[in-house]
């Protein structure tokens, strides 16, 4: 019981954080109106979720996070990243090898949440990297 069992995204712009996560991951929202707040049920086919109005203020730009980060494994690093900044994320740390592992990388979306991509490469290292 100790694994990643429901995660929750917010955002300012609801929609568009759906139409963003919907298209880079093919995940599943589903409006929630019995929650008494703006809420939508989401599924990744692994993990379930829910997307929800932001709350509270977000944090401002150029300061870290204040919730847990969660990282999602890719197949292909370089193509996700292309995605993200094609649907209008940013990079906020750029791709770096954790040797032998794997390739990571983390990135803001246009709510202002950072989440991370991973892609397995047990050959990751900077004498390797694919660029």
């Known amino acids: 019981m100790n694994g990643l069992p429901y995660i929750e995204i917010q955002a300012d712009d609801p929609e568009r954080a759906i139409h963003f996560y919907s298209r880079l991951f093919g995940w599943t929202f589903e409006a929630a109106p019995e929650v008494p707040i703006p809420y939508w049920r ?6 379930r979720g829910g997307l929800l109005q932001r709350p509270a203020k977000s944090p401002g ?4 996070t204040n ?3 969660c ?7 370089n193509a996700m990243t292309d995605t993200i ?10 791709k770096f090898a954790v040797p032998g592992v794997c390739w990571h990388a983390y990135f803001v979306d246009m709510e202002g949440n950072t989440f991370g991509i991973y892609q397995p490469d047990e050959n990751a290292g900077p004498a390797t990297d694919h660029d």
Do not use: H, M, N, Y
């Open 85 to 94: 900044l094609e649907l209008g994320g940013r990079i906020a740390l750029p």
């Open 71 to 77: 990282s999602f494994q890719v197949d292909d690093i």
């Open 61 to 64: 730009d150029e300061c870290g």
């Open 42 to 47: 989401l599924d990744t086919g692994t993990i």
């Open 67 to 69: 919730a847990f980060v």
